[in-house]
C-alpha cells in the first residue's frame, strides 16, 4: 500500500521561505516519478513541479521557475519542495503525488495514481 505523507506547510510572510517535504511508503520508487501540485481556494488543483525518481530530472510549472526546487533523497524515501520567494498567490494545499511510469514527467494529474492528503501553505502579504 503506497502512502504519501505531506508535511512542512505553515504561515509564512511573502518573499520568505519554506520547505516542504513528502514521506513516501510502501514500495520502491526508482521506477517512479513523484510531484507537487496545488489547490487554492476556489481553483482547480494545478501542477506545480515533478522529478523522476531515478535520475533526478526535473520539471517546473512556469510561475514556479526560479523560485521553487524539487529534490530527493533516496535513502530516506523523502521529496522535497523548496519555496523561495514566496508571494501571497502561492498561497494553497499542496499535495504530493506519485506516477507509476517515471518517463512520462509531466503535468497531467490523470497520470498519478497515488496522493497525499496535503499540507496548507499561507503566505501573508
Known amino acids: 500500500q503506497v502512502q504519501l505523507v505531506e508535511s512542512g506547510g505553515g504561515l509564512v510572510q511573502a518573499g520568505g521561505s519554506l520547505r516542504l517535504s513528502c514521506a513516501a511508503s510502501g514500495r520502491t520508487f526508482s521506477g517512479y516519478g513523484m510531484g507537487w501540485f496545488r489547490q487554492a481556494p476556489g481553483k482547480d488543483r494545478e501542477f506545480v513541479a515533478v522529478i523522476r525518481w531515478s535520475s533526478g530530472s526535473t520539471y517546473y510549472a512556469d510561475s514556479v521557475k526560479g523560485r521553487f526546487t524539487i529534490s530527493r533523497d533516496n535513502a530516506k524515501s523523502t521529496m522535497y519542495l523548496q519555496m523561495n520567494s514566496l508571494k501571497p498567490e502561492d498561497t494553497a494545499v499542496y499535495y504530493c503525488?506519485?506516477?507509476?511510469?517515471?518517463?512520462?514527467?509531466?503535468?497531467?494529474?490523470?497520470?498519478?495514481?497515488?496522493w497525499g492528503q496535503g499540507t496548507q501553505v499561507t503566505v501573508s502579504s
Open positions: 503525488a506519485a506516477d507509476r511510469f517515471s518517463w512520462r514527467l509531466g503535468p497531467d494529474m490523470k497520470n498519478y495514481d497515488y
